[in-house]
């Protein structure tokens, strides 16, 4: 798969967002479901991108204690809601695992 | 009335304390680009086409998956639909510039310059838009934001180069993830799209296409609403019994 024509279309449809309610403001509204629904949409993309990276970790399920990426994960959030440190949570939860692997 | 320079330099400087945080972000961005799969001028070139840095986090691990490129775009989509509440929210004060500063301003309206833009517009809201030089301050944020974001993933891809592939770089795409949500889980109805949408997406991992993490997404999001909706019900029956 070439990844240029995938990454254009990205590009075109973050751009067309943005420029949407410029150009348009005065003939259209956003529904007020969406403006609701909009507040939902980082928790539940995330989770669903983190959740299986860390329960699928070798593509199958996989809650045992032997599960590396599971345990640094956990660590990972739990310093993340402590310190709301992005750069801090990152670097906790890769020194978990590379610690969870040699053991 | 301030002029065109001096409004883009003060945008521009009211921009650089929020790239201490974006800078290393770019740099994450670059390494694990590249830990995905992706060469490093398309990686590069995400920053440049895209510019939406947590649009191309999730794109990068859709590539490294082997996503379907229509569903790469439709995530990316679903990911960067905040955007629209920011183009509402800017949209009165861009009313009087030609199309050629409205695209250019689209173009730049990402979280961090919008963020600093609406900040400014609230403070001198007294004066009429075409009044003033203000889409020059937009200008200034936008370009400083853009150059930060260019650089620092520049740097990235040239330090990912030098990382062996034993040190598992690819987690720490889910780490920013789990960094990243944690202070969006403020009450019940977030939590419960969260906790939804992750449950969705760990059961439909194995199905055709990737589309697992799109149908996890919106349930997520119904699952949000609803709980939402249901809350105000509750409260209000709390207080009858008591």
């Known amino acids: ?103 | 009335m301030p002029s065109p320079r001096s409004e883009f330099v003060a945008g521009f400087k009211a921009e650089l304390p929020i790239l201490l945080g974006v800078i290393p972000f770019g740099m994450i961005y670059g390494v694990l680009a590249l830990g995905a799969g992706l060469s490093a001028g398309a990686a590069q070139a995400m920053s440049s086409i895209v510019f939406a840095g947590s649009a191309q986090f999730v794109g990068a691990q859709l590539f490294r998956l082997g996503t379907p490129g229509v569903i790469v775009v439709l995530t990316t989509f679903v990911v960067n639909l905040r955007h629209m509440l920011y183009s509402a929210s800017v949209a009165p004060h861009l009313r009087h510039l030609n199309p050629k500063w409205k695209w250019l301003l689209a173009y730049l309206l990402t979280d961090e310059a919008y963020a600093v833009v609406i900040t400014h517009y609230n403070r001198t809201s007294d004066l009429p838009a075409s009044a003033s030089n203000e889409h020059w301050y937009f200008l200034g944020a936008g370009l400083a934001l853009w150059s930060a974001w260019q650089a620092s993933t520049a740097a990235g891809i040239a330090l990912g180069t030098q990382i062996p592939a034993s040190w598992a770089l690819d987690f720490t795409l889910a780490l920013t993830f789990i960094a990243l949500v944690v202070p969006t889980l403020k009450d019940r109805s977030s939590v419960a799209a969260a906790l939804s949408a992750g449950t969705v997406a760990v059961l439909a991992a194995g199905w055709p296409y990737k589309l697992g993490l799109m149908v996890a997404a919106m349930s997520g999001i119904v699952v949000g609403l609803l709980v939402e909706a249901q809350r105000p019900f509750a409260a209000c029956k709390e207080r009858t019994e008591a």
């Open chain 1, 1 to 103: 798969m070439t990844v240029w024509p995938v990454i254009l279309g990205m590009g075109v449809a973050t751009f067309a967002i943005r420029l949407s309610l410029i150009v348009l403001l005065g003939r259209v509204d956003v529904p007020p479901l969406v403006q609701r629904a909009l507040r939902f949409v980082p928790p539940a993309v995330l989770s669903a991108i983190i959740l299986p990276e860390l329960l699928r970790p070798g593509g199958t399920l996989d809650l045992s204690l032997g599960n590396a990426r599971l345990l640094a994960g956990l660590l990972a959030g739990v310093v993340g809601w402590r310190t709301k440190n992005v750069l801090l949570t990152i670097a906790v939860g890769m020194a978990a695992l590379w610690v969870l692997s040699v053991m």
